[in-house]
């Protein structure tokens, strides 16, 4: 048969795996065997040893015993009143003593003799099993006198060899009385040593020699009777005392015995003999050798014939099934799809082959659905092409919407962020000019208009925010870390929250708990944002009662407490009102309104600034929020506030410009004619003239036609935006810079602006200082002395600018009612944008504010609900033509 090579490779693995074992396993077993030879052999022997000890024990104690005992016997004792005087009562006390030796010796037939015998060795009562007479002497007399013990034993050894037992027992006088016990005489029993014989003649092993010697080495008893009597040498006597009691066989040559090499287990008996147990060594090992033999005879057997055992098993079981299912694979590989393997084993084998026959059916089948397919598949995959054109259709329509959605989004936050500065153009350019205005000497309205001028700045610097966060990346949002003064933190809210608390007759206060750190290191715009949005809601929940504000400082936080009598919240509604979008119940954007952003916010932000907010509420009763913000800050004693007369002011410095003189052309693009006045009434403080363009398409004529070395471009006019004329200017090769003026910040309308060709972008309401700035980046500098900026209040132009507005205002007035009456939706709210982003413009807030909110209402598409705000517009517009009605004093 041939061998295949899985074979030969299954041989090689098995017979090192298979070997190697059974020759460690040998090896340890035989190393196991002559171990444990030894130690049963120790075990064996120790056991022997002790047993033969503690006969020979019991039966030394057992005629120690009956000595004594015979020694206390009421007889002897009466036998001792009589014996200094023989008469008829002394024959008769002896005659029943030797009854009681008599029935001693019956009792213990190993007893050959019992003696009573004065201290001069004078028998006074004898009895002998073997009717011997008594000994005239012993020869352990002496000893035995000299000796303090009351009770003794002696080995005599006769001279044939023989040992006989002797045990003696001293005998008083009964009388106690006495200082110091009289004795009598002694007690002397003769025992023939059966037990003794009997413990050295058994043996645990053949050969085995069992010596019972004295203290100078003489054999007392032996199993080999031909020892008896005999002396042991000194070198072999001091190896016994050196070996005895040490609990383990040890190796011995007695040249005094045999001169054979023996293995010894050896014990020292209380009286000094020693009890010693001696095997021959090679007869000892011979069962362990024998076993040692046996083993490594099966361990040579197991490594021949195991691995033969083990191939031929693996190649029945595996090897031949495997091959067949190898040659069955080539045949399948050679398209032979008849070929079937024989699956009625039962076990994991014949599943194997049947699996292969299922494998082979199925390949069978899938062969002819091919077949099949083969003959559609062209229609099959020019349908599946139609549907995944559609899906990819399906798919980029969704992306173009999604863009769109984006896109509208990104559109109404620049329309809104366009909305909210245009107001802040009066505010802060009036104020600027006021604080700018050097007739005003009281401090206390300086420091008003300076509170007017940070809220306002405050105000812009949140609607840069809501615009980084138009992305829903407020978690990202990145907070400042520079000195806030207190004070003025508080002093600015207490400046905004007072009047609405006392438009709606409520009590507010702050309440300063002492001591407070002057400064504290963190984001003022952002603690001024929490805390004014948790103070204005206060206020606007509460109907009556107060509102009050407590501060206080431990653990480097500034904690501020905001506490109501409000309407309250329920325990189930503060759990959502840190949320985005919740309220703390439906009715309360119907009563309120409000977005519910605003508490999410606020938590986020303190906890940005390494603190937090947390409320406490009941319903009906009030709110308590706890704001807590970290100082980041290291403080010493001067550094804090211990009283309010310590919390003054700082007086900011007043807002200057440095007027400059340029020289160069430039042409304004802006489609309102009264911001063309007052960029025209800025640009003259500076030496320029400038020229103006009512919309983009007449910016790119007027910039092709004449060489100007600045452009300043409104993003948003009619006919054509800012944007589309830059580009336009860039395309015709026009290299000269272009600014862009807008209201919309987002830092995605930046950068189209950008793109668009624009070097530049300012925000709306323009910051003078920026404007200086850029003119002196991209116009030839010439510095002079300037005029300060009151002066352009006090200037008949300005005035005059101011009138001329203020005489078209009745106009505008008849275009809002007559859009109005005509329902001409579209064009009423263009009039209501331009007369809002006009009337800010020259400090009209009222006429501006309401011309937004219809502008605002229109551009919902809540038509049906212009009235009221076109009644309120037409009402602040005919207020501002009332000659009463005062003149505005500022201008952005």
């Given at each position: 048969m041939k061998t295949s090579k899985l074979s030969i490779r299954l041989l090689w693995y098995i017979t090192p795996v298979v070997i190697l074992p059974l020759l460690f396993l040998g090896g340890f077993t035989l190393t196991n065997v002559t171990s444990s030879s030894e130690q049963q052999a120790q075990l064996i022997v120790s056991r022997f040893v002790e047993q033969q000890q503690n006969k020979v024990f019991h039966s030394l104690n057992v005629y120690h015993s009956t000595t004594e005992l015979l020694s206390t016997s009421p007889?002897?004792?009466?036998?001792?009143?009589?014996?200094?005087?023989?008469?008829?009562?002394?024959?008769?006390?002896?005659?029943?003593?030797?009854?009681?030796?008599?029935?001693?010796?019956?009792?213990?037939?190993?007893?050959?003799?019992?003696?009573?015998?004065?201290?001069?060795?004078?028998?006074?009562?004898y009895f002998s099993t073997t009717l011997q007479s008594a000994p005239q002497q012993y020869p352990f007399f002496e000893q035995l006198l000299t000796s303090s013990l009351r009770r003794q034993q002696f080995m005599v050894q006769e001279d044939n060899g023989e040992t006989t037992l002797y045990f003696a027992q001293k005998v008083f006088a009964p009388d106690y009385h006495l200082e110091r016990p009289v004795l009598l005489g002694h007690i002397i029993v003769r025992v023939q040593p059966t037990v003794l014989n009997t413990a050295i003649l058994e043996a645990p092993y053949n050969n085995t020699l069992n010596l019972l010697l004295t203290e100078q080495g003489k054999v007392l008893f032996s199993s080999n009777h031909a020892l008896l009597g005999k002396t042991l040498s000194k070198q072999d006597l001091e190896a016994i005392d050196l070996w005895a009691d040490n609990g383990r066989l040890n190796e011995?040559?007695?040249?005094?015995?045999?001169?054979?090499?023996?293995?010894?287990?050896?014990?020292?008996?209380?009286?000094?003999?020693?009890?010693?147990?001696?095997?021959?060594?090679?007869?000892?090992?011979?069962?362990?050798?024998?076993?040692?033999?046996?083993?490594?005879?099966?361990?040579?057997?197991?490594?021949?014939?195991?691995?033969?055992?083990?191939?031929?098993?693996?190649?029945?079981?595996?090897?031949?099934?495997?091959?067949?299912?190898?040659?069955?694979?080539?045949?399948?590989?050679?398209?032979?799809?008849?070929?079937?393997?024989?699956?009625?084993?039962?076990?994991e084998v014949g599943q194997l082959f049947s699996d292969f026959n299922n494998m082979v059916n199925k390949i069978y089948r899938t062969q002819g659905e091919l077949k099949e397919y083969k003959d559609t598949l062209e229609q099959r995959v020019e349908e599946r092409t139609l549907e995944l054109e559609k899906t990819n259709k399906a798919l980029e329509l969704a992306i173009e919407q999604a863009e769109?959605?984006?896109?509208?989004?990104?559109?109404?936050?620049?329309?809104?962020?366009?909305?909210?500065?245009?107001?802040?153009?009066?505010?802060?350019?009036?104020?600027?000019?006021?604080?700018?205005?050097?007739?005003?000497?009281?401090?206390?309205?300086?420091?008003?208009?300076?509170?007017?001028?940070?809220?306002?700045?405050?105000?812009?610097?949140?609607?840069?925010?809501?615009?980084?966060?138009?992305?829903?990346?407020?978690?990202?949002?990145?907070?400042?870390?520079?000195?806030?003064?207190?004070?003025?933190?508080?002093?600015?809210?207490?400046?905004?929250?007072?009047?609405?608390?006392?438009?709606?007759?409520?009590?507010?206060?702050?309440?300063?708990?002492?001591?407070?750190?002057?400064?504290?290191?963190?984001?003022?715009?952002?603690?001024?944002?929490?805390?004014?949005?948790?103070?204005?809601?206060?206020?606007?929940?509460?109907?009556?009662?107060?509102?009050?504000?407590?501060?206080?400082?431990?653990?480097?936080?500034?904690?501020?407490?905001?506490?109501?009598?409000?309407?309250?919240?329920?325990?189930?509604?503060?759990?959502?009102?840190?949320?985005?979008?919740?309220?703390?119940?439906?009715?309360?954007?119907?009563?309120?309104?409000?977005?519910?952003?605003?508490?999410?916010?606020?938590?986020?932000?303190?906890?940005l600034l390494g603190g937090d907010v947390r409320a406490h509420s009941q319903q009906g009763v009030g709110s308590r929020f706890s704001i807590q913000i970290n100082c980041n800050q290291v403080y010493e004693a001067q550094d804090f506030y211990h009283g309010v007369e310590e919390m003054q002011p700082v007086m900011e410095p007043m807002p200057t410009l440095s007027w400059q003189q340029f020289d160069g052309e430039i042409l304004v693009a802006e489609d309102n004619r009264d911001n063309q006045a007052l960029i025209s009434l800025l640009l003259e403080r500076w030496g320029i003239t400038p020229d103006f363009a009512n919309n983009g398409a007449e910016a790119v004529e007027k910039a092709l036609v004449k060489d100007y070395q600045l452009i300043l471009m409104d993003m948003q006019m009619p006919v054509m935006g800012g944007e589309e004329a830059t580009q336009m200017l860039r395309h015709a090769a026009y290299d000269g810079p272009i600014i862009a003026l807008t209201a919309n910040v987002m830092k995605h309308d930046i950068e189209r602006y950008l793109e668009a060709g624009c070097d530049k972008a300012l925000a709306k309401p323009i910051d003078k200082e920026q404007l200086e700035h850029t003119l002196a980046t991209y116009l030839s500098l010439q510095q002079e002395a300037n005029s300060k900026w009151d002066d352009i209040l006090k200037s008949e132009r300005f005035l005059q600018i101011?009138?001329?507005?203020?005489?078209?205002?009745?106009?505008?007035?008849?275009?809002?009612?007559?859009?109005?009456?005509?329902?001409?939706?579209?064009?009423?709210?263009?009039?209501?944008?331009?007369?809002?982003?006009?009337?800010?413009?020259?400090?009209?807030?009222?006429?501006?504010?309401?011309a937004s909110e219809l502008e605002l209402s229109l551009r919902n598409g809540e038509c049906e609900h212009h009235e009221y705000p076109v009644l309120k517009l037409e009402h602040a517009i005919r207020f501002v033509l009332q000659p009463q009605a005062e003149a505005p004093k500022g201008l952005s």
């Open positions: 007889v002897l004792q009466n036998f001792l009143h009589q014996i200094d005087r023989p008469n008829t009562y002394y024959t008769a006390h002896l005659g029943a003593l030797l009854d009681v030796f008599s029935s001693y010796t019956e009792a213990y037939p190993d007893i050959l003799s019992i003696n009573f015998i004065s201290s001069t060795q004078q028998s006074y009562a011995i040559v007695l040249e005094s015995v045999d001169n054979t090499e023996r293995m010894l287990y050896g014990v020292q008996m209380p009286d000094g003999h020693y009890f010693v147990t001696s095997i021959p060594k090679k007869m000892l090992y011979q069962a362990g050798k024998v076993i040692s033999l046996i083993t490594a005879l099966i361990v040579l057997i197991s490594i021949v014939t195991l691995p033969v055992l083990i191939f031929i098993v693996v190649r029945n079981l595996l090897l031949n099934p495997i091959e067949q299912l190898g040659a069955a694979s080539h045949r399948v590989g050679a398209n032979d799809l008849a070929v079937r393997l024989d699956d009625k084993r039962t076990d769109q959605a984006n896109q509208l989004k990104s559109r109404f936050l620049a329309n809104m962020s366009h909305e909210i500065r245009t107001p802040l153009t009066a505010i802060m350019g009036f104020t600027e000019q006021l604080l700018e205005n050097n007739q005003i000497d009281d401090d206390k309205v300086q420091h008003q208009l300076a509170t007017v001028l940070r809220n306002s700045r405050h105000l812009l610097e949140l609607i840069n925010n809501i615009l980084d966060l138009s992305k829903i990346e407020a978690e990202k949002l990145a907070v400042n870390r520079e000195p806030v003064s207190l004070y003025e933190l508080f002093d600015d809210l207490n400046s905004i929250v007072e009047p609405q608390a006392q438009q709606k007759q409520l009590e507010f206060a702050i309440n300063y708990q002492f001591p407070l750190p002057k400064y504290i290191n963190s984001d003022q715009t952002r603690i001024k944002q929490i805390l004014l949005n948790i103070l204005t809601n206060a206020v606007k929940f509460t109907a009556k009662g107060q509102v009050h504000l407590d501060v206080s400082y431990h653990d480097d936080m500034i904690e501020c407490v905001v506490s109501d009598t409000g309407i309250g919240i329920s325990d189930q509604e503060l759990t959502r009102i840190f949320k985005p979008f919740e309220q703390a119940d439906t009715t309360t954007t119907r009563r309120f309104g409000g977005s519910g952003l605003g508490l999410c916010i606020a938590k986020n932000l303190a906890q101011n009138e001329n507005y203020k005489q078209k205002l009745p106009d505008y007035l008849e275009q809002v009612l007559a859009h109005q009456q005509a329902k001409e939706w579209e064009q009423l709210q263009a009039v209501a944008h331009s007369i809002k982003g006009s009337a800010s413009c020259f400090g009209f807030n009222a006429v501006a504010d309401a």
